[in-house]
């Protein structure tokens, strides 16, 4: 079983805390961290841009080596708990379930692209990207804003998840 922990942090100051973890000080410690973002197409004026959004704010993922160093070097960081407004924090163990479901939007960057698919009836079919084969756990789509939500219930919280999907074709059948 893989060591994958999480952290809920301030959530105007993740990439300044994961800055620190990503320093020399916890370098034995922790394999990677990283926060999830997705892109997203974003209309600005008469023209679509594809922005870089966090889709689970105040949370940062670890994949870690030796819990008990990191524990100790955690505590040790001042610059950590200012960030974080002096708040006590509690690294939550992933399961199973909730690391297969990270794994399926794994990348390089850990930035989950954009989904495109049709509606038939009242059916989703996503035809290429990260939310194929996870059709039904769809639970809404913003055709405008080129959004679907997702609920996922991980072991330490419900969560909204929203990510990219282009619907290019609704097909009613008859």
């Known amino acids: ?3 994958f922990y999480v952290l809920e942090v301030n959530r105007e100051r993740e990439e300044e805390i994961l800055d ?3 320093s020399d000080i916890f370098n034995e410690s922790i394999c990677r961290c990283f926060i999830l973002k997705r892109k997203q197409a974003r209309k600005f004026g008469l023209e679509w841009k594809i922005c870089v959004v966090d889709i689970l704010k105040g949370i940062i993922f670890f994949e870690i080596k030796d819990v008990d160093l990191f524990k100790d070097r955690l505590k040790k960081c001042k610059r950590f ?3 974080n407004n002096h708040r006590c924090v509690k690294l939550k163990r992933l399961n199973e379930n909730d690391i297969s479901f990270i794994k399926k939007f794994e990348n390089d960057s850990m930035i989950i692209a954009h989904s495109i698919g049709d509606i038939y009836k009242d059916d989703i079919i996503v035809k290429e990207g990260p939310l194929k084969g996870l059709e039904n756990m769809i639970r809404k789509v913003d055709r405008h804003k080129r959004l679907a939500f997702l609920k996922y219930k ?3 919280s419900d969560y909204d998840i929203c990510l990219g999907l282009e619907i290019k074709n609704k097909i009613r059948g008859d």
Do not use: A, Y
Request: aromatic residues 34%.
């Open 154 to 156: 991980f072991s330490f």
């Open 81 to 83: 708990f200012e960030l």
């Open 1 to 3: 079983m893989q060591n």
């Open 20 to 22: 620190i973890f990503k």
